[in-house]
């Protein structure tokens, strides 16, 4: 009977598979080749767990053969379990498995060879983070994976570089996932993978602004995880958790707020239950603790924006040691110390400004009883304002625009609410000309783009007011192309009635709509020199500029299918202002009405390949090949 047979009958029967039980060494010797062959290399971990001291030699050297020949994925990994279990075995096998794990990891062309390989370097990362093999070969290895590695091994070896990335922090590793977000099987993971590396780079951090624009990238990389997949909670999750910070910090009030941690807290439902499903081994396992702190942190923050802004508190110490918390956010968390230079801002210029705060913080500091983490908080936070207050200008809150500071000076200088709302009113409605919008659906429409672009790196101060001005004329340019009749728009609006209108009489009619309507910006066409490329449509304004890229498109306009294009219009925001627009006039033969302005207009981002920094697009349709409602009748 060969070595197999006798393995495969044991098992079968439940009993004991060990050397002797198959023939002995002599038996192993002769029948070694198929043995090799045979999906039997958890078995050979087996007999070195247990070899007598005299056969160690001949089971280790059997276990590293039987690595470097592993053809079975399930097998492979029972072994690499057994293995790392036994601590004389991995003692014994350090000087030499790495190599033969090596070796297997180079065979993956296709998907069985794929799935063993990366299970092969999932072993070599785990002995590498017990320190039972030197990491730095590994690494060099991992460094050379490509963006068209076989499909399944990629999508595995993004989750094993982006371990690798966080228990060594080797910066090589960073263009491996971005590369692998090219690969179609591999985006997902790759894409999370690398949106929670950006992450860490970001709460490593003590800079505001850089760590600002880092959490901006990692959302919107987590975002793109959960649009190619739904059902990664883990990255809504994170977008969440991300959203609720950077709202908090650039002054959200609490009703915000609190939408954002109702997001938080069922994307973390959500990812509870699929964790429940099944057991991950424990390189792979979340820290529970720290999850309860982070929710726990996250749920307590709209409640701080809302006493933050009041001049007093009726349970001054409770509300007090609940803010210092999130003051200290970065001790109270392990791993979070970039969130202290986001979260403080708001809370120190608060109590700057409001002279009740100070004095529960002064008395609560005159507490003897009041010791610990919080006190040390508390003390840094009374140090830090009266930093603040020595500056010969003091901040105010976080993100605080020209607006909100003239009302406030306004107010220093004892200037009565008649006088304050009559200047004001005049600054509004001369930054915000044009923003009062009677129409529900277009209202609705622009507020909610203009909501999802805010945070966004450029989106503020007069690029802002400028960009808005913009949005709002693309938006009732595409009402005003589904509402008018073909006699009042003309010669102009001709193409939207036409089988095979093309691009160029979009840009036409576009060009013109801004032109007439945005007087203050300088509208051109097909300007050359910007990212190596033509420009569809220029809407300058001085030292920042606006580039709308528009497309023809023979089928409807999806989200999905939109982001075809979305790579090319984002390519010019290189060397300005990270804000853009994509049209596409889609041109379908329908035998309904178009879509409705709702799904007309979205908001769409993406960090490209090889940047570190989100680039945010609107997007809008224009349906082409319309027809009159009366000649939709049956």
Known sequence: MSTVIAIDDLLERGAPVTLGAVGGRAAVEADLGALLASPHVDVMVGWAVDAAPGDESFTDDLVIKGFQNAGFAVTLRAASHAL???????????????RALEKRSEIRGDERNGLVAAYALETWLRLALAEVVQRHRLVSILVDIETDENGLFAEHAAKIVGTAFHAWRENDLLPVLDRLRRNPEAS??????????????????????????GLETAQV?????????????????????????????????????????????????????????????????????????????VDSVPRIACDLGRPSWLRACAVLDGLLKVYDADRTIPGAAGFGAVLRPRI????????????HLDDRLGD??????????????????EE??????????FGEGAFEKLRGALEEIGATERFIERVTDLVDSKLLVDLEIANPVVQRLFNDIRSRLEGATHYEGRIRVTFDRLLLQVILFCMDRQDAAKRELGPRGAYLFEKNAVEGDLQKDLRDWLKGNMPEATVLTEIEGIAKGRCDVYVGHGGWRFLVELKRHEDLVTPEEARKYVG?????QGTNVKLGMLGILELVDRTGPP?????????????????TEARHLVIFRVPGRLRRPNELSR
């Open 84 to 98: 790392i279990a036994s601590a004389p075995v991995r003692t014994r096998l350090a000087p030499r498995i790495g």
């Open 188 to 213: 997902g993971e790759a894409t999370f993978e690398y949106a929670n590396a950006l992450l860490s780079v970001a709460l490593d951090g003590d800079d505001q602004h850089e760590v600002m624009g």
């Open 221 to 297: 990389l987590f975002a793109e995880a959960g649009r190619i997949d739904a059902d990664r909670s883990d990255a809504h999750l994170y977008a969440a958790v991300i959203g609720v910070v950077r709202g908090f910090a650039q002054g959200a009030g609490e009703a915000d707020l609190d939408a954002a941690v109702k997001a938080v807290g069922e994307a973390a439902a959500d990812r509870a239950f699929l964790l429940s499903a099944g057991r991950l081994p424990d390189w792979l396992a979340p820290r529970w603790d720290r999850d309860v702190q982070w929710l726990e942190l």
């Open 348 to 359: 120190e210029a608060s109590f700057v400004r409001e002279r009740g705060l100070l004095a």
């Open 368 to 385: 003897e009883a009041f010791v610990g983490a919080d006190r040390n908080a508390a003390v840094a936070l009374r140090r830090r304002i």
């Open 388 to 397: 603040i207050a020595a500056e010969p200008n003091p901040p105010g809150k």
């Open 568 to 572: 090319q219009a984002a390519s010019y």
């Open 595 to 611: 879509p409705g302005l709702e799904s007309c207009l979205w908001y769409d981002s993406l960090v490209p390949e090889g940047d």
